[in-house]
Structure formats: structure tokens, C-alpha cells
């Protein structure tokens, strides 16, 4: 496997977490947060489902349906909460440096033990020394 076939899609995460961010901090204040994340929607709605008609194997929304389980909703209800919050973090003074990352190191920390816990992945020093930094690099970052 080539690097790129295996970082293509953090490559991709990065650049839309960038446009994300920079997205939520760029929210109308006078647009109500709510109204922003349905529009957000709207669109994502819009451009899942070209991206899907074009890329996708099976166009048959009843295959996929039959197909589904709990994790569609779960993740919808997830990014929705994401965004609310990422607006929100942005309207009470968080900078885009600081909030996104300190959400995103907590982040990281939970899912070591998710990982865990749930999926049975190993912990290896190596990750405990990870979490351990980005632990330090949580209150280092809320100090300043």
C-alpha cells in the first residue's frame, strides 16, 4: 500500500476540519445557530446524496435502508450536537486556534479508551505516553 492510497483520507479530514472550523467561526451572529446547522444540512443533504448517485454501487434507496442500523442516527445526531457546540464554542470567545484543538486532544483521549474498551485494541506504552502528553497539552493549553 502507498502512502498516499493510506493518507488520502486524513489528508481530506484535515482540509474539510479546516473548512469546518473556519466555517462555524464565520457563522452570522445574527443568523440563529440553529438555523445554520439545518441549512448546513440542507446542503450536506444535497451534495451526499450527487455524491452517492455518482460514486456509489447501489443507487436503491430500499437496499440501503434495509442495509441500515443504529449508527446512521447515532451519527447524525452526533455531527448535529458537533456543530451546535462548535458554533456556540465560537459565539462565547473561543479562538479557532484553541477550541477546536482542545476539543479534539479530549477527543483523542476518550477514544484511547473506547478503542479499548469497546473494540478490544491494544494500549501500548506508546499510546499511554501519547495520552499522557495530551493531557499535559490540554492544561498547558488552558493556562494560556
Given at each position: 500500500?502507498?502512502i498516499f492510497s493510506?493518507?488520502?483520507?486524513?489528508?481530506?479530514?484535515?482540509?474539510?476540519?479546516?473548512?469546518?472550523?473556519?466555517?462555524?467561526?464565520?457563522?452570522?451572529?445574527?443568523?440563529?445557530?440553529?438555523?445554520?446547522?439545518?441549512?448546513?444540512?440542507?446542503?450536506?443533504?444535497?451534495?451526499?446524496?450527487?455524491?452517492?448517485?455518482?460514486?456509489?454501487?447501489?443507487?436503491?434507496?430500499?437496499?440501503?435502508?434495509?442495509?441500515?442500523?443504529?449508527?446512521?442516527?447515532?451519527?447524525?445526531?452526533?455531527?448535529?450536537?458537533?456543530?451546535?457546540?462548535?458554533?456556540?464554542?465560537?459565539?462565547?470567545?473561543?479562538?479557532?486556534?484553541?477550541?477546536?484543538t482542545i476539543a479534539?486532544?479530549?477527543?483523542?483521549?476518550?477514544?484511547?479508551?473506547?478503542?479499548?474498551?469497546?473494540?478490544?485494541?491494544?494500549?501500548?506504552?506508546?499510546?499511554?505516553?501519547?495520552?499522557?502528553?495530551?493531557?499535559?497539552?490540554?492544561?498547558?493549553?488552558?493556562?494560556?
Amino acid at each position: 500500500m502507498s502512502i498516499f492510497s493510506y493518507s488520502w483520507p486524513i489528508i481530506i479530514m484535515v482540509v474539510a476540519q479546516c473548512g469546518y472550523q473556519i466555517s462555524a467561526k464565520s457563522a452570522p451572529e445574527a443568523m440563529d445557530p440553529y438555523a445554520a446547522v439545518f441549512f448546513n444540512y440542507v446542503f450536506a443533504t444535497a451534495l451526499s446524496f450527487v455524491l452517492w448517485m455518482v460514486l456509489g454501487e447501489n443507487h436503491s434507496l430500499t437496499t440501503q435502508i434495509e442495509k441500515m442500523n443504529w449508527a446512521p442516527l447515532t451519527m447524525a445526531i452526533s455531527i448535529t450536537m458537533v456543530e451546535i457546540a462548535s458554533i456556540f464554542m465560537y459565539r462565547i470567545g473561543w479562538d479557532v486556534s484553541i477550541g477546536s484543538t482542545i476539543a479534539n486532544i479530549g477527543l483523542a483521549v476518550v477514544l484511547v479508551f473506547v478503542g479499548m474498551l469497546w473494540y478490544k485494541e491494544v494500549i501500548t506504552a506508546q499510546k499511554i505516553i501519547g495520552v499522557g502528553l495530551c493531557i499535559v497539552g490540554l492544561v498547558v493549553m488552558n493556562k494560556g
